[in-house]
């Protein structure tokens, strides 16, 4: 939460996310957190959210890549990819709803590496400078 709520005042997206209390109301929109509260996302909110995804995802950028090239090379690198999948899964539980029929997709170790390795390539492709546009094109057509 602090990283975010820093990255926001970086952004200077204090207008829109002004305290760590209303970037964590937003992160709870997330219908598949244990903790959901339906509330509408204002469009600002929305972009300020990407915004700070693009952001984290530069900072990341060597980590996610690392990632993505353990699982190419499994022989090699395979404990990179196994700690990461298994900290995934650890967070998953941790934080969201084990009922929802999406949320065991997520937890399906045949179908979770393909999910995980889409989420890493689009969020290693944001990174450009028109990471902020083709990662709101990706969610709006998602």
């Known amino acids: 939460m602090q990283s975010l709520y820093s990255l926001s005042n970086k952004l ?25 509260m339906n509330n509408n996302i204002k469009l600002e909110e929305f972009d ?43 967070l998953i539980n941790e934080r969201f709803n084990l009922h929802s029929v999406r949320v065991k997709k997520l937890l399906n170790l045949t179908v979770n590496d393909e999910i995980l390795i889409k989420s890493l390539l689009t969020l290693s492709l944001c990174i450009s400078n028109q990471g902020y546009q083709k990662l709101k094109n990706f969610l709006f057509n998602y």
């Open 12 to 36: 200077k997206l204090n207008d829109v996310l002004p305290n760590k209390i209303t970037i964590w109301k937003l992160r709870n929109n997330n219908p598949l957190r244990k903790s959901y």
């Open 48 to 90: 300020a959210l990407i915004k700070i995804t693009v952001e984290m995802s530069r900072y990341l950028y060597p980590y996610m890549r690392e990632i993505l090239q353990s699982k190419e090379d499994p022989e090699q690198n395979s404990v990179i990819w196994n700690d990461f999948n298994q900290r995934f899964i650890e």
